[in-house]
Each structure stands twice: as structure tokens, then as C-alpha cells.
């Protein structure tokens, strides 16, 4: 298999390889075991054991308030929702027993994560010596914060879950090198990507970014049934995986494959039910928590709505929020769908699924009325792919760094000006991520309509292999086929 090297075919990576030498020559041996997809495992493990680190110091300090959690910039959310949501007692999320649900609140996170958050908890109470949960039930919930016992399991509980998440990030990585063989070495973008160090420990987001990882695979492989599984679980976890759909919608309209597109639909919609049906079964209420929850929510951080909403004296009603949101997120469906049956009509090319999800999920960030610090993860393996070049990447993502930086410091209360008022910084931290964001967006369109400035179609250099070898090797189905129209030169 011959492959692209990244330091023949991006200008940053070339650059930044004179310090070893300069680009690899043509005549560079290969080593027998550090293929691309092991060297990118290693620095995932690496970036992803740094974020660990990163996240330490709010695990292991005792005594600090949230101020400071939040100077060190290390919060996540997997410890205070230990407790409050009634894992230190195992409580099943779903559960409508009234003794549980006046001790705890409902999960309100999606049923994918809720099963992980309990699974998680099942192992951690088992690493812990399985505590006595029904001697924890006869306490007040608020002596539980101080037992020692259930202390321990917070950093246990921490621990197995980043344990998880790496695992997650491993196999996202995995998958998008996969995606296409020609070119393995684009994921390592996401493996050494700072908003994966900085954002992957905050919450459950890496769930349904291995899960979108594993759809992108599966597409190239023109696999719809299991493309569509893996939609349907994602979005078990999280609703954006969904939006994959619209992509695929495009992309079978410019190639007339209505069959995959409903095989992968239909599947995606089998597979979300079957993983919700237990929690609806077990607690119908209770399962419907998520989505009012959402519904309820007001203009929240990181989104453009809690700008409008601090400027405006009277602030701007959910409703108002919810309805807009919507309205925006529509017209820009619409436009990625026209842009997508418009680009490439002059050369034969059609646009590449990551493209389409990478337009359509940011287009729902840019308008949703929460924008966390670590829905970041949502667009990077959809990114990396989408425009695999570093300069662009490191652009979009100084801009996500540097809201990372500015959301902490305003939670923390740094922000705050000395004679009161608005906090205008964290609104700069806002506006530079969407106008960081934007510019990939303008990217991607333009390698979309202009296939030319698209990495993935330019003429490679390509790794060296034996000259005889590579006579008699048979051309790889994925880059001779070409699928779903992918417009790719072969190096034959």
C-alpha cells in the first residue's frame, strides 16, 4: 500500500520537518512495524495522557472552591454529576420509582451517555470494594459529598471513564486513518489536535465522536446498513450524528443511490429506537427529561444567543430563542444542500461526506443557543477530513483554544469589569471562535465548488514501495472505484 507523506504534501508539515531533515526523499525506507495508523495511535495516547494531566489538578487538590477549578482551567463535568444523579448509588437514570426520583435528579443527557455514566459507576463501585449501597440509601444525599468512600469513587469514577475516552480516541483515530488509504496520515489532526488535549475530559462528547468516526469509515466502504447503525447510535448519545444524514441525503441525490440512502436511514432510525426503547420503557418520564430540558434551556455559553441576550436590557425569551434557532439552522440546511448539488457539476466531482457533515453540524453550532467549550469535539474528526491541511486547521483551532481560555476565565468571575457591567471580553472570546470557524466553513465551500484547492484531489507524492511489488499489486478497490462519485487520481 503506497500513502501519502505528509511532509511532501502540506507546506506547514514540510516546513516544520526541516528540523529533522527536511521532507522524507524518494528513496526513504519504510519501517516494518511504525506504519502511519501506529504512529497515530501513539500520539493520541500521548496528547490524550496530557489532557489527563491537564485535568489533574482539579481531581486530586482537596479543599479548592470553583473559582479556582476554574483559573486551572481543568472543570469537568463527570464529578458533580457523580453524586446528584444518583450513581454513588447506582440508581438506574431511567428510573421512576418515586423514593429515587425525590433523592436524585433525572440524567439529562441522552440515553447513550446515561448508559456509559451507569456502566462506568457499576465498574467504579466494583473497583471500590462494592459498597454498601443500601446503607448509603438511609443518608441525607448531602452526607454522601463527604464520605470518604464516595470521595474515593469520584477519582475512581474519573479514572475509568478517561480510561474510556482514550479508548474512544484510539479508535476514532483508527477509523479516520482508514478512511482513505491513500491518505492515513490526515488524522493526525485529530490525534494531535489541542482541543482533544484540552476539551475531551469535560464530558461524554467522545461517545458519539467515535461513533461519527466509525460512519465516516463505514460510508467509504460503501457500507449504508452499517453506516446507518452507526448514525443511529450516535445519535443515541448525542442528536448531532443525525445531521450525517443530510450529507448522505446529497451525496445519493448526485449519484441517483436512493437505495443506500434509505438503507442507511431506516437502519439509523431501527437502531436509535432499540437503544432508547429500555430507558422509555423504564421510565417514559423520565426519558423525556433530555428533551424538555433542551426545550427549556435559555441562551447559554459560547453561543452568539447569550450575546443578544446580555446586550438586550429585557434579555430575549427561550421561546424567541428556540424558534429563531431553528429558522437559522433550516436556511442553512437549505444552503448546504443547494451548494451541495451545485459544487464540483463541472469537473464529475462530488462532495465528500465529511464536507457535507462538517458544514451541516457547524451551520447547527453557529445558531444553537448553547455552544460548550467541548462541542468542539462534535466537528473535529468531520474537519480534519474535511480539509486536511494543517495551516487551516491550526486556524480554526487557535480560535477554539482561545475561547477555551476565555470561557474559564469568565465563569471564574475574571472577566468582570472593575466598575460592573457587561463582560465584553468573553464576548471577543465568542465572536473570534465563530469567526475562526467561518473561515474553515469558507474553505471547505470553496474546495467543494473549486475540487482543485481540495488536498484529497491534487496528484500525491506518494510513499516509496518496491517498483516490482507495486506492478503486481492489484488496484485498491477504494481509490480505483472511486466511491460515491469521489473525484480521486490514482497513482497508476
Known amino acids: 500500500m503506497t500513502w501519502v507523506h505528509p511532509t511532501r504534501d502540506d507546506r506547514v508539515v514540510a516546513a516544520v520537518s526541516e528540523a529533522v531533515g527536511g521532507p522524507v526523499g524518494e528513496h526513504a525506507g519504510r519501517h516494518r512495524w511504525w506504519t502511519p495508523t501506529r504512529v497515530l495511535l501513539l500520539l493520541t495516547a500521548i496528547v490524550f495522557v496530557l489532557g489527563m494531566v491537564q485535568k489533574a489538578p482539579c481531581s486530586l487538590a482537596d479543599g479548592k472552591d470553583q473559582p479556582w477549578v476554574y483559573s486551572h482551567m481543568c472543570y469537568t463535568d463527570l464529578r458533580p454529576l457523580y453524586v446528584p444523579r444518583g450513581l454513588a448509588e447506582l440508581a438506574w437514570p431511567y428510573s421512576d420509582d418515586d423514593q429515587t426520583r425525590a433523592r436524585y435528579e433525572v440524567m439529562e443527557y441522552p440515553v447513550g451517555i446515561s448508559y456509559w455514566a451507569y456502566g462506568t459507576a457499576w465498574i467504579t463501585q466494583q473497583l ?24 474515593r469513587e469520584l477519582t475512581i469514577f474519573l479514572l475509568v471513564n478517561a480510561v474510556g475516552f482514550g479508548a474512544l480516541a484510539l479508535l476514532s483515530v483508527w477509523l479516520l486513518s482508514r478512511v482513505d488509504p491513500q491518505r492515513p496520515w490526515d ?3 485529530f490525534a494531535l ?26 460510508w467509504s466502504r460503501d457500507r449504508p446498513v452499517l453506516t446507518g447503525v452507526l448514525i443511529g447510535l450516535g445519535t443515541a448519545a448525542k442528536l448531532y450524528p443525525l445531521f450525517l444524514l443530510g450529507g448522505l441525503l446529497v451525496i445519493c441525490l448526485r449519484q441517483r443511490r436512493y437505495g443506500a440512502f434509505g438503507l442507511a ?13 429500555p430507558a422509555y420503557l423504564s421510565g417514559s418520564d423520565e426519558w423525556k427529561t433530555f428533551w424538555s430540558f433542551n426545550a427549556d434551556r435559555g441562551a447559554d455559553l459560547g453561543s ?17 430563542i428556540n424558534q429563531w434557532s431553528w429558522i437559522f439552522f433550516a436556511a442553512w440546511c437549505v444552503g448546504v444542500l443547494v451548494v451541495g448539488l451545485l459544487a464540483g457539476r463541472r469537473t464529475g466531482s462530488v462532495p465528500r461526506l465529511a464536507q457535507l457533515g462538517f458544514l451541516i453540524v457547524a451551520g447547527f453550532l453557529l445558531v444553537n ?85 481540495d488536498p484529497t484531489n491534487e496528484r500525491p507524492e506518494l510513499g516509496d514501495d518496491d517498483p516490482v511489488e507495486r506492478g ?14 469521489r473525484h480521486v487520481r490514482t497513482t497508476r
Not at 458519539?208 to 466509525?214: F, I, K, M, T
Request: glycine content about 8%; overall charge negative.
Open 265 to 277: 436511514t431506516v437502519w439509523a432510525a431501527v437502531t436509535w429506537a432499540v437503544v432508547n426503547l
Open 472 to 485: 503486481r499489486r492489484e488496484p485498491h478497490p477504494h481509490v480505483d472505484r472511486v466511491p460515491h462519485g
Open 128 to 151: 471500590n470494594g462494592r459498597p454498601d449501597l443500601e446503607a448509603r440509601s438511609d443518608r441525607p444525599v448531602n452526607d454522601l459529598y463527604g464520605d470518604e468512600d464516595v470521595d
Open 193 to 218: 489536535s489541542p482541543t482533544l488535549l484540552l476539551t475531551g475530559l469535560i464530558n461524554w462528547d467522545l461517545i458519539a465522536v467515535a461513533l461519527v468516526a466509525g460512519a465516516l469509515w463505514s
Open 369 to 453: 443557543k448553547v455552544y460548550s467549550p467541548q462541542y468542539v469535539l462534535w466537528l473535529l474528526p468531520l474537519a480534519v477530513l474535511a480539509r486536511p491541511r494543517w495551516r487551516d486547521q491550526l486556524i480554526w483551532q487557535a480560535g477554539e483554544v482561545f475561547y477555551f481560555c476565555t470561557v474559564w476565565w469568565y465563569l471564574g468571575g475574571y472577566l468582570h469589569p472593575a466598575g460592573g457591567g457587561d463582560v465584553g471580553f468573553y464576548w471577543v472570546g465568542i465572536v473570534v471562535r465563530i469567526a475562526c470557524e467561518l473561515y474553515l466553513v469558507a474553505i471547505v465551500v470553496r474546495d467543494m465548488f473549486w475540487p482543485q484547492h
Open 187 to 189: 488524522a493526525a489532526a
Open 304 to 320: 452568539i444567543w447569550l450575546i443578544v441576550d446580555q446586550v438586550r436590557s429585557s434579555g430575549v425569551h427561550v421561546d424567541t
